[in-house]
């Protein structure tokens, strides 16, 4: 099928950006890498779509005063290639391999995975394993959101209309803390059917994804100073929906799995 037919313009500048995007009908194209192919489905068909690659100020990196602030439109390669993402936020370097393939990595970008919100992307779950935070922005100004806030519901999250996400910013690792991040899917490159990311500073952090509509944060499991009293707590921290292949209770065992493999990476030292 081909897409229904669109308008499509690429503002030079984010405020002529936001002009366009409150415009009833209006979709913002990053990467494409979702979009394109739910046009082409005809699952969505917006009058107008904003072709957001062009704000440069959206693309970089930096490492500023220990914070690792990641621009919306850096790609999954980009961001898998970035030294200080591998230096100082491993967590989201060792998820990018599990994105997709290397030729949706290429175009495909971190704002549009967040914006986006699918319950099995990697992103989310890292982001909220990190505490981190997402900079939205609108005509209004700036918003900084917890990324434990963001992510609401089900393919939803906290942009009003009119915004956009502009950047992420996380706290770079400290040499005392350590992550996790394991995904189990049936293919490499495919969604997963569950994942965890993990992160140990004072304490544990144990989010999954694919586990519920939005990432789980698994706050019974992430409290227990044992594994077998971690893995117990999980039954009372994830109801995973069953999938084509695999029922709830099979996905929870699964849950259990990489809880002890991320227990096992966090308390090894280095
Ligand atoms: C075959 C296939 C396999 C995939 N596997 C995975 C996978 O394993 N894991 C995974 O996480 N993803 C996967 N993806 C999705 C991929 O990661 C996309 O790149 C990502 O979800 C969307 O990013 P994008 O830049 O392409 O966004 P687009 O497709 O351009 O946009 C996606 C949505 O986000 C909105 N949007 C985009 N950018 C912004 C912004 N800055 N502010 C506000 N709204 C915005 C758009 O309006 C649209 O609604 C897969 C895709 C395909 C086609």
Same mark, same amino acid.
């Given at each position: 099928?081909?897409?229904?037919?669109?308008?499509?313009?690429?503002?030079?500048?984010?405020? !002529?950006?936001?002009?366009?995007?409150?415009?009833?009908?209006?979709?913002? %194209?990053?990467?494409?890498?979702?979009?394109?192919? *739910? %046009?082409?489905?005809?699952?969505?068909?917006?009058?107008?779509?904003? $072709?957001?690659?062009?704000?440069?100020?959206?693309?970089?990196?930096?490492?500023?005063?220990?914070?690792?602030?990641?621009?919306?439109?850096?790609?999954? /390669?980009?961001?898998?290639?970035?030294?200080?993402?591998? *230096?100082?936020?491993?967590?989201?370097?060792?998820?990018?391999?599990?994105?997709?393939?290397?030729?949706? @990595?290429?175009?495909?970008?971190?704002?549009?995975?967040?914006?986006?919100?699918?319950?099995?992307?990697?992103?989310?779950?890292?982001?909220?394993?990190?505490?981190?935070?997402?900079?939205?922005?609108?005509?209004?100004?700036? @918003?900084?959101?917890?990324?434990?806030?963001? #992510?609401?519901?089900? #393919?939803?999250? $906290?942009? @009003?209309?009119? !915004? %956009?996400?502009?950047?992420?910013?996380?706290?770079?690792?400290?040499?005392?803390?350590?992550?996790?991040?394991?995904?189990?899917?049936?293919?490499?490159?495919?969604?997963?059917?569950?994942?965890?990311?993990?992160?140990?500073?004072?304490?544990?952090? #144990?989010?999954?994804?694919?586990?519920?509509? /939005?990432?789980?944060?698994?706050?019974?499991?992430?409290?227990?100073?044992?594994?077998?009293?971690?893995?117990?707590?999980?039954?009372?921290?994830? $109801?995973?929906?069953? $999938?084509?292949?695999?029922? *709830?209770?099979?996905?929870?065992?699964?849950?259990?799995?990489?809880?002890?493999?991320?227990?096992?990476?966090? /308390?090894?030292?280095?």
């Amino acid at each position: 099928m081909k897409a229904p037919s669109f308008a499509y313009v690429k503002p030079k500048s984010l405020d !002529e950006a936001f002009a366009l995007i409150e415009q009833p009908g209006a979709k913002v %194209l990053a990467g494409g890498q979702s979009l394109i192919p *739910s %046009l082409n489905m005809r699952l969505s068909a917006p009058e107008l779509l904003v $072709d957001i690659t062009g704000l440069a100020s959206l693309s970089s990196i930096t490492l500023e005063q220990g914070v690792v602030r990641i621009g919306a439109l850096v790609t999954h /390669t980009q961001l898998g290639e970035s030294k200080e993402v591998t *230096s100082h936020v491993p967590l989201l370097a060792a998820a990018v391999p599990h994105v997709a393939h290397p030729a949706i @990595r290429n175009r495909g970008t971190i704002g549009g995975s967040i914006a986006l919100a699918d319950p099995a992307a990697e992103y989310p779950a890292c982001l909220v394993a990190l505490g981190a935070s997402i900079v939205v922005q609108g005509k209004e100004g700036e @918003r900084i959101v917890a990324a434990e806030e963001f #992510f609401k519901g089900l #393919f939803e999250v $906290d942009l @009003r209309p009119g !915004e %956009l996400v502009v950047a992420v910013e996380v706290r770079a690792q400290l040499k005392d803390e350590r992550c996790a991040f394991l995904e189990l899917a049936r293919r490499h490159g495919d969604y997963a059917i569950i994942g965890l990311a993990a992160y140990r500073s004072k304490g544990n952090r #144990f989010v999954f994804f694919n586990a519920g509509a /939005t990432p789980v944060f698994a706050r019974n499991a992430s409290r227990e100073k044992d594994l077998p009293a971690a893995k117990a707590a999980l039954k009372k921290d994830l $109801d995973p929906p069953a $999938d084509l292949y695999n029922s *709830s209770a099979a996905k929870l065992h699964l849950a259990g799995v990489l809880l002890e493999r991320a227990w096992t990476q966090l /308390t090894t030292s280095h």
